[in-house]
């Protein structure tokens, strides 16, 4: 059985919505081979609080969206629907 990549699954989302954040995240989050889904997110958020916390905005209601504890498809809808415009908004990843 294979195991799903968060990693591609965040590109395929950046993908949809704009390519240059998406080739962003492909160059700079690393590979998260055979790492269970649930480090997956954990690492995933990670790496978005830390982008979005780099930013002069306020970022903190958007981190909020970027929760370990729940299951990926309500995580990947949250993500799609709050993070990703923030993401675009502010040309992310730096």
């Given at each position: 059985m294979t195991m799903v990549s968060l990693k591609a699954v965040v590109g395929d989302c950046l993908k949809k919505h704009c390519q240059q954040s998406a080739d962003g995240w492909e160059r700079k989050m690393p590979t998260l081979d055979g790492v269970d889904m649930n480090d997956q997110l954990t690492a995933v958020n990670n790496f978005w609080r830390l982008q979005l916390g780099q930013l002069r905005a306020d970022t903190i209601s958007t981190r909020e969206w970027l929760q370990d504890d729940i299951p990926v498809s309500s995580w990947l809808k949250d993500f799609e629907r709050f993070v990703?415009?923030?993401?675009?908004?502010?040309?992310?990843p730096l």
């Open positions: 990703v415009p923030v993401i675009i908004q502010h040309r992310l």
